[in-house]
């Protein structure tokens, strides 16, 4: 698949779980600043990952060569491992994560994170600065800076973090990586065997490509996405989103909306039903 240009339009989404909205409104068309127009939907069949608004968090994840995303008033997360992405605008704050060639993401006001897996990764700017991150699984990484966190992602063996006092993200392929405590939010992302994660107490996000993975409790938000065989969730107050390429997938409950993708062959969402 080849990388869709700026400006041009991504075709042929891929089919993903159903979700659930709370409104019935269509996801706005959303245009970014060096970005290219992509069209939202309806979120009737769910051929298409369609979102819609949500209060708190909202996140889509996806393979293939199409995302979709609607609006989010407080967070948003964007996960792809296609050619190309597009975001649109978020208030709050925005993650963009790639593991193809490039990527090209637009502002946000409050913080971004940029992950990617390819060659090359570039980053654009951002107004308050609460949080950047850059990571990279070449050779080399350069972070910006930040006035409250930092984080450094490596596919090493090994990975040290700085210290912060709002968020950190610790993303990292090796065997092993043990995370420390955060005081408002945690991301931490392995593609190795195995995973272990702290506690949190508002959002965490918990990605691994590796066998299993075990979350622990949130008050607010969780996120768990793994492309390994078996993943179970826990329970979230707010949203819970689960994403998963291999062949089962279990979430826990949410109380304000649930979406669920999964490009393996079962999928059961109690929320996204």
């Given amino acids: ?60 994840a996806q393979e293939g060569p199409t995302i979709v995303t609607g609006q989010e008033t407080t967070a948003g997360v964007i996960a792809q491992e296609g050619p190309s992405i597009i975001t649109g605008q978020e208030t709050t704050a925005r993650v963009t994560a790639q593991e193809g060639p490039t990527i090209v993401t637009c502002q946000e006001t409050t913080a971004r994170v940029t992950a990617q897996e390819g060659p090359s990764i570039v980053t654009g700017q951002e107004t308050t600065a609460t949080a950047g991150v850059s990571a990279q699984e070449g050779p080399t990484i350069v972070t910006g800076q930040e006035t409250t966190a930092r984080v450094t992602a490596q596919e090493s063996l090994s990975i040290v973090t700085g210290l912060e006092t709002t968020t950190r993200v610790t993303a990292q392929e090796g065997p092993t990586i043990v995370t420390g405590q955060e005081t408002t939010a945690r991301v931490t992302a392995q593609e190795g065997p195995t995973i272990v994660t702290g506690q949190e107490t508002t959002a965490r996000v918990t990605a691994q490509e590796g066998l299993s993975i075990v979350t622990g409790q949130e008050t607010t938000a969780r996120v768990t996405a793994q492309e390994g065989p078996t993943i179970v969730t826990g329970q979230e107050t707010t949203t819970g989103v689960s994403a998963q390429e291999g062949p089962t997938i279990v979430t826990g409950q949410e109380t304000t909306a649930g979406v669920s993708a999964l490009e393996g062959p079962g999928c059961h969402s109690p929320a996204g039903q």
């Fill in 1 to 60: 698949m080849g990388s869709k240009g700026i400006g041009e339009s991504a075709v042929t989404p891929p089919k993903v779980g159903k979700g659930q909205r709370k409104s019935a409104q269509p996801v706005v068309s959303v245009t970014a600043e060096k970005c290219a127009i992509i069209s939202g939907g309806r979120d009737t069949t769910a051929s298409t990952v369609v979102t819609g608004p949500e209060t708190t968090a909202i996140v889509t």
